[in-house]
């Protein structure tokens, strides 16, 4: 077969690229024709790679073998060729473009946002008959759009699906008004079968969009369509948005996102590295994860301006001395005026006891475990001396502090779990130092 001898040819020039890349590449046979090749890779990740490094080669040693130089398309395994055009995508029912990447396989789930994964799956699969409407609400770059998005991806084959931000529906709705319009504007929004609003908060205090919205979930709820709204904030805090709205969104299903602990945010870089074609070692991965915020959408960036940094500068191979320098304007030392007290609330807050216990004579495992991490934390970040750590914390005198810290670093080197929670308590201490 043509692909597997181009294949070969690969393999003879690069045998190291060809086990860990080209090897598994399979042949789309049933989408492709004599000037386009689809072929499907293992996973984002070697898509990426093949389409910078390969997808020339591959069309080049086509034409030596047929005299026609064709497109070469490169596809996940789960993902089917694009056989639409661009106005089928932006279609009037499709305001804003769903994003393919962004469905239920590709979301990281952990503690932090099980229940709002569970309830966006369970809509998608039952729209409008549970959890009408969906309110997800958390922080910024937390996945809110994301679960929103994969609703709408996982239904857009079979339903009229509208995403949309509050923002653009409010543009749209007041260029209806002015071109006089509004019967478009209302057969659109109030026949669709699944409606995903991104970012509702901006409603707020925008009465006039607020009453034709109002109309539209009235229309879509009576008529069993399904609504989906986002917001940084749970209705109840949406203090500009009028009373009757507000008890509409507080009448369906309210979840909320929390920042990711820190292995749903370990696997959450791992797959931003996968999807945007990146390599980085699992120490750069740590040190991402513990020093920089929650916000996934900023850390993505940061992992973009990593590799395009070391690509201008011509590094192949990123250590983690070259992603502490590039990103050290992101990581500020804030290590300036901590206080032992400030240890003290957080390590009492991290292991779940007051913060006297830890000062105390207790020999519970838990909280001598407490005591041994906050006089860690106290040598590292305070300016306090070690006698007088040692007496703030009891003990008999400065050896006893150094002990501690000893045993405390043996355990930092042997144990990679342990050293990462520990890299966590330090950057949320310098965290809440620069609020």
Do not use: W
């Amino acid at each position: 077969m043509l692909f597997d001898k181009i294949k070969n040819s690969l393999k003879s020039e690069n045998p190291v690229n060809y086990n860990k890349f080209i090897k598994n590449l399979e042949f789309d046979e049933e989408n492709s024709d004599s000037a386009r090749l689809v072929i499907r890779a293992p996973n984002i990740f070697i898509a990426n790679f093949i389409k910078r490094k390969y997808a020339n080669k591959i069309a080049e040693l086509y034409k030596q073998e047929t005299g026609i130089e064709p497109s070469i398309e490169i596809v996940t395994k789960e993902i089917k060729p694009k056989n639409y055009s661009y106005e089928e995508i932006a279609s009037p029912t499709t305001p804003s473009i769903l994003i393919p990447e962004y469905t239920f396989e590709s979301f990281i789930v952990g503690p932090s946002n099980q229940f709002a994964y569970t309830a966006a799956k369970s809509v998608a699969e039952n729209p409008g008959k549970s959890y009408n409407p969906l309110f997800i609400y958390g922080g910024v770059g937390l996945g809110k759009t994301h679960l929103l998005q994969a609703i709408g991806n996982y239904l857009k084959n079979h339903k009229k699906v509208i995403y949309i931000t509050s923002e653009q529906f409010m543009n749209e709705f007041k260029e209806h008004v002015r071109n006089q319009t509004m019967d478009r504007f209302q057969e659109k929004y109030r026949n669709c079968d699944v409606l995903l609003i991104d970012d509702i908060q901006f409603l707020a205090g925008k009465d006039r969009t607020q009453e034709e919205f109002f109309h539209t979930f009235n229309e879509l709820y009576n008529n069993k369509k399904q609504i989906c709204l986002t917001s940084d904030r749970p209705p109840k805090k949406l203090h500009d948005l009028v009373d009757r709205l507000r008890s509409r969104f507080e009448a369906g299903l309210i979840v909320d996102i929390q920042p990711p602990e820190l292995e749903t945010k370990i696997e959450i870089i791992r797959k931003k590295c996968e999807i945007n074609g990146i390599y980085l070692p699992n120490e750069i991965i740590e040190f991402i994860a513990t020093k920089l915020d929650d916000n996934i959408r900023e850390i993505e960036g940061m992992i973009l301006k990593l590799n395009a940094m070391a690509k201008l500068l011509g590094i192949t191979d990123i250590t983690l001395d070259f992603a502490k320098q590039a990103l050290k304007e992101f990581i500020k030392d804030k290590k300036e005026n901590i206080t032992l007290e400030d240890i003290i609330e957080l390590i009492a807050k991290e292991f779940n006891i007051k913060p006297s216990e830890i000062t105390s004579k207790s020999r519970n495992q838990n909280i001598v475990a407490a005591r041994r991490t906050a006089i860690f934390l106290a040598r590292e970040f305070t300016k306090e001396s070690t006698p007088a750590i040692a007496k703030y914390f009891g003990l008999k005198d400065h050896s006893a502090v150094s002990h501690a810290i000893k045993s405390f670093n043996k355990k930092l080197k042997e144990d990679n779990d342990f050293r990462i929670k520990i890299e966590e308590l330090k950057n949320k201490i310098q965290i809440k130092k620069g609020e």
